[in-house]
């Protein structure tokens, strides 16, 4: 798959993590986003493994159940979401260090007056670029 500028995700997508981010706070929550040629098609919270307000870690059993289903239906995983209750707006150092895919979108959920929002990140060698979100 090409690297993406830009990740259009549907509307109620966009929705379904931010009330997760919500649900979770203030530990991170998490999940994966499916779709095709960088659409969204579906988003699987799942659990947190480390139950950490500062890390993340998608839980094992999950994520090979849902690349299972993503290969079954033939679509691509394009984004890993996960949300900063405390902040910050972009990659923590952390994230950096552990991102393990380097060709898919990292979705950072955070606050910002007392309400949620996102940014996307592909995430390369230590080096982070921003890619727009458009919502449909």
């Known amino acids: 798959m090409k690297i993406p500028t ?3 995700l549907q509307e109620k997508h966009w929705q379904q993590m ?8 203030p530990l991170e929550a998490c999940g994966l986003v499916g779709g095709k040629e960088w659409c969204s098609l579906e988003v699987f919270p799942t659990e947190n493994e ?6 993340f870690r998608v839980e094992p059993q999950a ?9 079954e239906r ?11 209750p405390a902040g ?3 990659p923590s150092q952390a994230d950096i260090v552990e991102a393990a895919y380097p060709e898919i979108v990292n979705l950072i959920w ?3 007056n007392h309400k949620w929002d996102c ?4 995430i390369q060698g230590g080096k982070v670029h921003q890619v727009e979100i458009v919502i449909q």
């Open 6 to 8: 830009k990740i259009f």
């Open 18 to 25: 931010r009330s997760h981010a919500n649900q979770d706070s």
């Open 50 to 55: 480390l139950q950490s307000p500062t890390r």
């Open 63 to 71: 994520q090979i159940r849902i690349f299972h289903l993503l290969e």
């Open 74 to 84: 033939e679509w691509d995983l394009i984004g890993i979401y996960h949300s900063h």
């Open 88 to 90: 910050p707006d972009r």
């Open 110 to 112: 955070y606050k910002e």
């Open 119 to 122: 940014q996307g990140f592909i």
